[in-house]
């Protein structure tokens, strides 16, 4: 049955099931975005919630999404379709645990009428326990927001990704933290453990321990970190990350003090693994700067000079010369802007005072008429402003 399915992902997830939906019938081609803004629209009265997954089910020939919100379920607002792709999506949720709103579990188990399965009946096969079991559900639920806040701090977000997006930490920062916070959580169960472990987790690495769990849901959060360490963990070897060391190399669009944190990140790592000595890490540096990267005429000669006395900047006194270099370029292109624009503005005004004098031309003879010898002065004299007007561009063009 879908509440099954829907408690059973729930207990892999370490998410609360009051907390849970499990959308049903979505079609195979529905794209993210369009998925995203059904949700929306259909459960925004609800508060803010998260997809946890996706699953295609065979039997279905669908797609079942399981939906944590951030709290419990308002029995008042919460859709039993969510219009979409294909038709309305189902949507599972747990009932309340009262006798009138069990005679509805019909509606959330969604037993197939054709097996004659009536809801009255599975009501009364349970009804004799039913006050039993709300009552140590009630007990359950006033002790586990204490527990849940038990030595809790919710650990940063991990997504897989090579370049961490905003908000996001790389994983060795992530699993340092993770690491202590496992630590501190001794006390609290497995399962609450491993909840607040899929909570800092996004992306590709989520997926991959909802697979895990998927397999073996007996899988312990301890488990789920060593796979997620031996599958985003730093396992090159002291010859790789030597040889990434030596061929690094500035690329295009790459800002040279960009290139210069780049290269740094493999310099440490390279004497992490003591595949570089610390003493030679500047001189490396050094000949990284001078020949897999595009510098300025002024810096290289001054890394050349220092190379050639012996001495090899340390890191921040490369970094400092590269932005000190960074400074004089932008300073240097924002002066041959403004050259550029007086030597257009002189230009232009030569050619106005070109055309001006070749509009005094009339009739032989007639009204406005300038001596043949007057118009040739004009002209010279034109020439002449002309001249002037382009003289601090050749000077330039010369210099």
């Not at 809790?152 to 790389?170: I, K, N, T």
């Not at 030596?246 to 290269?263: I, K």
């Amino acid at each position: 049955m879908a509440v099954t399915m829907l408690q059973d992902w729930c207990r892999w997830m370490g998410v609360n099931v009051r907390r849970g939906l499990l959308i049903l019938g979505i079609p195979e081609d529905c794209d993210d975005a369009e998925f995203q803004e059904s949700l929306e629209a259909a459960l925004r009265p609800m508060g803010h919630f998260t997809v946890l997954g996706k699953v295609f089910r065979e039997e279905d020939n669908a797609t079942a999404a399981l939906v944590e919100l951030d709290r419990e379920v308002n029995y008042a607002l919460v859709p039993r379709e969510i219009p979409g792709t294909g038709g309305p999506w189902n949507v599972v949720f747990v009932p309340r645990c009262s006798g009138e709103e069990f005679l509805g579990l019909g509606r959330v188990f969604h037993f197939p009428e054709q097996e004659g399965q009536m809801v009255e009946s599975v009501a009364g096969a349970l009804g004799v326990g039913l006050r039993r079991v709300c009552w140590l559900r009630s007990i359950g639920q006033a002790v586990q927001p204490w527990v849940e806040t038990l030595r809790y701090q919710s650990l940063g977000v991990f997504s897989g990704r090579d370049q961490p997006a905003p908000g996001e930490e790389s994983f060795e920062v992530w699993l340092d933290h993770t690491i202590d916070m496992l630590h501190v959580w001794q006390g609290v169960s497995e399962r609450e453990r491993r909840r607040r472990l899929l909570e800092g987790l996004r992306g590709t690495a989520l997926q991959l321990v909802h697979a895990l769990l998927a397999e073996n849901p007996a899988r312990t959060a301890q488990d789920c970190l060593a796979a997620l360490v031996q599958v985003f963990g730093d396992n090159e070897s002291q010859a790789t990350i030597r040889v990434k060391c030596l061929t690094a190399q500035q690329q295009s669009g790459e800002r040279l003090s960009a290139f210069v944190l780049r290269l740094e990140v493999l310099l440490q790592k390279a004497m992490e693994k003591e595949a570089l000595a610390r003493a030679s890490a500047d001189r490396v540096r050094l000949r990284q700067m001078l020949t897999r990267a595009h510098l300025t005429e002024p810096l290289d000669e001054a890394l050349r000079k220092l190379r050639m006395a012996g001495r090899s900047p340390s890191f921040l006194e490369m970094l400092g010369l590269v932005r000190e270099s960074e400074a004089w370029e932008a300073s240097l292109a924002r002066s041959v802007r403004a050259q550029t624009q007086e030597g257009a503005g002189a230009r232009a005004g030569a050619q106005a005072v070109a055309r001006a004098s070749t509009k005094v031309e009339a009739v032989p003879g007639g009204p406005g008429r300038e001596p043949e010898g007057l118009l040739q002065a004009g002209g010279q004299e034109a020439e002449e402003l002309l001249q002037e007007g382009l003289k601090p561009v050749l000077e330039e063009c010369d210099n």
